[in-house]
C-alpha cells in the first residue's frame, strides 16, 4: 500500500469558502484507490475507485450537509 499526503493553499471549499488544506491519496497496488481532500473550515471530498472500475464520490460541508454521494459502476 502506497499513500501520499499534500497540502495545498487556498481552494474553494464545498462550503464556498476559500482555504487551505490537504489531500490523502492511497493505492493497494490491487487497483484500489482513494483521494481524501480535507478542507482547513472541515469540509470534505473523498473518490473511491475500486479494482472492478466502480467508482464512488462524496462531498460534505462542514455543517455535514452532503452535497454529493453518486456511485458510478464498473464492468
Given at each position: 500500500?502506497?499513500?501520499?499526503?499534500?497540502?495545498?493553499?487556498?481552494?474553494?471549499?464545498?462550503?464556498?469558502?476559500?482555504v487551505?488544506?490537504?489531500?490523502?491519496?492511497?493505492?493497494?497496488?490491487?487497483?484500489?484507490?482513494?483521494e481524501?481532500?480535507?478542507?482547513?473550515?472541515?469540509?470534505?471530498?473523498?473518490?473511491?475507485?475500486?479494482?472492478?472500475?466502480?467508482?464512488?464520490?462524496?462531498?460534505?460541508?462542514?455543517?455535514g450537509r452532503?452535497?454529493?454521494?453518486?456511485?458510478?459502476r464498473?464492468?
Amino acid at each position: 500500500m502506497t499513500a501520499t499526503i499534500s497540502r495545498f493553499e487556498a481552494r474553494l471549499a464545498p462550503c464556498g469558502k476559500s482555504v487551505d488544506g490537504e489531500v490523502l491519496a492511497t493505492e493497494d497496488l490491487q487497483g484500489l484507490i482513494t483521494e481524501d481532500v480535507r478542507y482547513a473550515c472541515g469540509c470534505r471530498a473523498t473518490k473511491e475507485e475500486f479494482h472492478d472500475g466502480s467508482v464512488h464520490r462524496m462531498v460534505v460541508t462542514h455543517r455535514g450537509r452532503v452535497l454529493v454521494d453518486e456511485e458510478f459502476r464498473g464492468e
